[in-house]
């Protein structure tokens, strides 16, 4: 039985502003001969083919697209109210919709309890409140209350029906109100609670040897977040309109945030970023749930208050000396979490957000235990020493601070701390967890993160985002910020760039004719032939996309004439196109000449890229693939174990890479399997 064939992966090449510079130029004087007899003595494959013609795309006509945000919750809750009636409608009023969004900006109606419940499970990113009014069933609440996300649950009864006796039996429901107003008093205390109390943290294993996979994804994100806090922190930008007008549409429905908002756009000031930050508004909560949850869109809008945050934190620091300093910080840590910190003593443990402390330990204390009756968390005090300075600013804040009282020290977001140890305190029904600040990570994932950041230091701040996230496999996320960058910029060489780079993004959404156009734009704009190679390079991986091979051939030729006639060759392209072409030859049938081009492509990768680059996975793909067609499955095992560990090192989680290079894998591995039983 004949197993499936693995898919090979082609690489297409992102135009960076340092292509310009470079002077290189195609001499068009060349005769057709001459430039045949140049490449193939550089050791390049030659199809001997017409040039190619100008790119016919099959939009002809200009498109205008529009960056669209795709942000739909912006805080850590979700209140959902579940109306049941004999006539199965919502007789939830608008008045009373209105007077919960001024509590929890994102409120959910219901009639039907499956859609609820359904909507329910969908919830990833947020803490669940539930106001159930009407005919409240008991198997509705025995459906939903070990829902993970839900926190509360409050029985509605304002025409004061007799109370049902099986409400005891689930600690969720907080209480029967027959006054909104009285429910609103009880939830606007347990929100602020959650808002207060939750924390994302990332636990890295001590040991790598039991779980590789969840260990790598958990840094490598982290990785990514340091990239994002970078791009943040490099370019100066003042321009905090777009801020605004998001937050006026997010909060329209809330008449103290619209207030919070006129009086920013009227007095704020780089100065008094950690006095807004400390409001008792939504500007904390919508930040660090953006960074907790990595809603990159929301974060490029809160990118200036960001940076200023983070600044005026690092300006306080440098005034006064934290060593030997402890911090105290109260948490509710969901079971699930605790029990993984307490196998990992020795380990670091990691978060993206901005950290609030305290250096008075009862006040953190008073944030520790979890709501009575609540079973699914265990009460956390963290106790943090700070022994030095590392490259994340923590500050005494509370002379900038809406709560002086709190006694607040505040890190700047992507600290790591080192876990020394975990003691129960019975008396207090507490555990105490001691960390140490530290600025230990892993030196490989560093090395990517500083090679990734040198092509994402443009002046305009939409096309590093715009990378980062094409980078991290967010294609509609990509394709927003490139489109703003076009809206943006006005250099024709540049705008080249873009148009290529939002090619590359339309033809991983399979938008292949749009891509096309997009291609066309870009070699219209761009006068230097050097800088065309890499678009020919892609309209070919485009082209194999289609299953077009003549075509894809056509322009994988054109950007290898280029090329080879540069006096300072592009490396990183020249590997690119090889390892392409490596997969040409494999179609067709010339298997000895396409593990030469993997090698080579390899020998140049290993040496210009960090060594868990994901390009370098993608040569060993193909290697892999090689070796399969060669009938070598022990190889092509060996190749594609080595693609797919590079990729869980260097790309978030179920990244489409990662995913085809470990199907290639399984492939492989029934290749093998089939090849050794025949042998018996």
């Given at each position: ?63 205008t697209e529009k960056a669209q945000p795709q942000v739909d919750n912006v805080e850590n809750c979700v209140l959902v109210w579940l109306h ?267 978060t993206s957000m901005f950290l609030s402390t305290s250096v008075d330990r009862e006040v953190a204390l008073g944030f520790a235990k979890p ?211 490596s997969s040409i030859l494999n179609d067709q049938g010339k298997h000895d000449e396409a593990l030469q081009k993997c090698h080579e492509a ?79």
């Amino acid at each position: 039985m004949a197993t499936e064939r693995p898919k090979t992966g082609y690489q297409v090449a992102t135009s960076d502003w340092q292509i310009f510079t470079n002077n290189g130029r195609f001499d068009n004087k060349l005769p057709p001969s001459q430039r045949l007899i140049r490449a193939k003595s550089a050791g390049y494959k030659v199809f001997v083919l017409p040039i190619p013609k100008p790119v016919k795309p099959k939009h002809t006509k200009p498109i205008t697209e529009k960056a669209q945000p795709q942000v739909d919750n912006v805080e850590n809750c979700v209140l959902v109210w579940l109306h049941q009636s004999m006539d199965g409608k919502s007789k939830v009023s608008q008045e009373s919709k209105t007077q919960l969004q001024q509590i929890v900006n994102s409120v959910k109606i219901f009639a039907d309890p499956t859609e609820c419940q359904r909507f329910m499970s969908s919830v990833r990113d947020e803490k669940i409140f539930v106001i159930l009014s009407g005919a409240v069933e008991e198997n509705f609440v025995s459906n939903i209350h070990e829902e993970k996300q839900l926190e509360s649950i409050y029985v509605y009864n304002p025409n004061k029906v007799k109370e049902e006796s099986w409400y005891s039996q689930y600690p969720e429901i907080r209480g029967i109100y027959t006054t909104l107003v009285s429910l609103c008093e009880q939830l606007g205390k347990d929100v602020k609670y959650i808002d207060s109390t939750l924390l994302s943290f990332e636990i890295m294993e001590k040991s790598l040897s039991k779980n590789l996979s969840k260990q790598s994804q958990q840094e490598v994100m982290f990785m990514y977040d340091q990239l994002f806090r970078d791009i943040v922190l490099k370019v100066p930008d003042e321009n905090m309109e777009d801020m605004y007008e998001f937050c006026e549409e997010k909060y329209r429905k809330n008449e103290d945030a619209q207030t919070f908002i006129k009086q920013l756009r009227k007095t704020y000031t780089a100065n008094e970023a950690i006095w807004c930050y400390t409001q008792d508004q939504f500007l904390y909560r919508m930040l660090n749930k953006a960074l907790r949850t990595h809603q990159y869109d929301t974060l490029y809008l809160l990118r200036v208050f960001i940076r200023h945050l983070h600044e005026q934190i690092a300006k306080i620091q440098a005034t006064e000396s934290i060593a030997g300093k402890k911090l105290y910080r109260g948490l509710p840590m969901d079971n699930e979490d605790f029990e993984q910190l307490k196998k990992n003593k020795g380990g670091l443990l990691s978060t993206s957000m901005f950290l609030s402390t305290s250096v008075d330990r009862e006040v953190a204390l008073g944030f520790a235990k979890p709501p009575p009756g609540n079973n699914k968390k265990v009460g956390v005090l963290m106790e943090i020493t700070v022994e030095k300075n590392t490259g994340v600013p923590v500050a005494n804040i509370a002379a900038n601070s809406q709560f002086k009282n709190e006694k607040e020290w505040l890190f700047s977001m992507g600290s790591v701390f080192r876990i020394n140890s975990l003691e129960h305190l019975s008396n207090e029904g507490i555990w105490v967890v001691s960390l140490t600040l530290t600025d230990e990570h892993d030196q490989r994932l560093t090395a990517l993160k500083e090679h990734f950041k040198k092509s994402m230091e443009n002046s305009n701040n939409c096309l590093n985002f715009a990378k980062l996230m094409y980078q991290l496999a967010a294609w509609k996320k990509s394709e927003y910020f490139y489109l703003m960058a076009l809206q943006m910029e006005t250099s024709p060489q540049l705008r080249s760039v873009l148009y290529n780079n939002l090619a590359m993004v339309k033809g991983e959404l399979q938008q292949y004719g749009i891509a096309l156009h997009y291609y066309n734009e870009s070699l219209t704009l761009e006068d230097r032939v050097s800088s065309k190679a890499t678009t020919y390079n892609n309209i070919a991986t485009l082209y194999r996309k289609q299953k077009k091979m003549d075509k894809a051939i056509e322009y994988f030729q054109k950007a290898i004439e280029i090329c080879d006639t540069e006096e300072t060759k592009d490396e990183e392209l020249v590997a690119i196109l090889h390892t392409n072409i490596s997969s040409i030859l494999n179609d067709q049938g010339k298997h000895d000449e396409a593990l030469q081009k993997c090698h080579e492509a390899l020998a140049i990768q290993t040496r210009i890229f960090p060594e868990i680059h994901p390009s370098i996975a993608c040569t060993y793909s193909s290697l892999a693939n090689t070796m399969s067609h060669k009938k070598l499955y022990t190889k092509a095992v060996e190749y594609a174990e080595k693609a797919f560990n590079i990729d869980q090192q260097s790309l978030p989680p179920e990244h489409p890479q990662t995913l085809l290079h470990k199907n290639n894998l399984e492939i492989y591995k029934q290749q093998l399997e089939q090849h050794q039983q025949s042998d018996k």
